[in-house]
């Protein structure tokens, strides 16, 4: 699925003073992630939003928000922000800060371990 780039570029230019903020393709569109933690994403038009389970119920009951359901069942904690609920910069900076303030609560994400890399066996010798 292809993101709107424009939506992706809102975000770049409200984040841009953020520290430890990156940028991967996931979900069939692009995420932010700060510290390797995704804390909203680019979905077509929509922005998919990790609220938290403390902020859930109430991003929900505002307009323009559902939950977001792309694997047949609620991810508890995360909704979709439909395209007029992101009209305009404030709307998306309550999102994004909404979306930072609770990835600030969580642990580090633990760096994956670097592959072994196993010897490889030496030749055997030839034969004379």
């Given amino acids: 699925m292809a993101f709107d780039d424009h ?3 809102r975000i770049r230019t409200i984040l841009a003073a953020e520290v ?3 940028e991967k393709r996931m979900f069939g569109g692009l995420a932010f992630l700060r510290h390797g933690l995704m804390f909203v994403g680019v979905s077509g038009s929509e922005l998919m939003a990790r609220v938290g389970p403390a902020t859930y119920e109430a991003s929900l009951a505002r307009e323009f928000v559902r939950e977001m359901d792309f694997t047949g069942r609620p991810m508890k904690g995360y909704v979709y ?3 007029p609920g ?3 910069d404030a709307d998306l900076h309550f999102w994004l800060r909404r979306c930072l303030d609770f990835v600030a609560t ?3 994400k633990k760096p994956k371990p670097e592959p072994k890399s196993t010897p490889k066996p030496s030749p055997k010798p030839r034969r004379a």
């Fill in 20 to 22: 430890g903020i990156t």
């Fill in 86 to 88: 992101l009209a305009t």
């Fill in 7 to 9: 939506l992706a570029q």
């Fill in 106 to 108: 969580l642990p580090p």
């Fill in 81 to 83: 922000v439909d395209e």
